[in-house]
């Protein structure tokens, strides 16, 4: 082998290595993206899926996407939320506000848990792998630290109207609505009259009622 010959050898070599090495890293970090995109789910993983009749993949797509919408402006630290991977999910405007709220929620546990991993995510999958649901990602780009976005203006109160509002897109009376949250009626009349607010537990309630809507209307 001539002199250039073996430059040119050394060369490919050298950029395969370099191309080895470089789907290696893509590989390990696309793994560890995906655990640490489960974990942040995880605590609200039972409500939106249930696997009484199989391993549910829709539920957790559903989840893991808004997982993923989050993870996404905790990277970028943009605020507004991605209007097209929550088209997605197919929601009506009340379920819609309520994934918002989730996915407010889980930026905050993201900038909490892992503010270091600042690779984006272009997209997810839930696939059953050998009876076990696993979670698949597409890597985005890598962004520098950002500073935590301000949320102190996201009030954790319901007006009337939103909870007026809430209840008929349940589809319930407030008898019905009264009983789902374990109140009086008289106290569901009470709010929608602005006359008191719903303690930080009863929005909990509510928000979980709109939870459940989400995995039936999947």
Request: charged share 30%.
């Amino acid at each position: 082998m001539s002199r250039k010959q073996n430059k040119v050898a050394k060369r490919k070599a050298k950029l395969k290595a370099r191309k080895f090495h470089a789907e290696q890293h893509r590989l390990y970090q696309s793994g560890r993206i995906a655990d640490a995109l489960m974990d942040l789910c995880a605590d609200v993983l039972p409500e939106y899926v249930d696997d009484s009749r199989g391993i549910d993949l829709v539920g957790r797509n559903i989840l893991w996407r808004m997982g993923m919408v989050a993870w996404n402006i905790a990277v970028t630290g943009r605020r507004e939320i991605d209007e097209s991977s929550i088209n997605t999910m197919k929601l009506d405007e009340e379920s819609r506000r309520m994934v918002r709220d989730e996915v407010n929620a889980l930026v905050r546990l993201k900038y909490k848990k892992y503010p270091d991993l600042r690779t984006s995510i272009s997209n997810v999958s839930a696939v059953n792998a050998a009876g076990v649901a696993k979670l698949k990602v597409v890597l985005g780009n890598t962004f520098p630290a950002v500073s935590i976005p301000d949320f102190t203006d996201e009030s954790g109160l319901l007006t009337p109207e939103q909870l007026l509002a809430k209840r008929k897109a349940l589809g319930l009376s407030q008898v019905k609505f009264a009983a789902a949250l374990n109140v009086s009626v008289k106290k569901v009349s009470a709010w929608e009259h602005g006359k008191v607010e719903p303690s930080e537990d009863e929005i909990e309630k509510i928000a979980a009622l709109f939870r459940k809507k989400v995995c039936c209307n999947k």
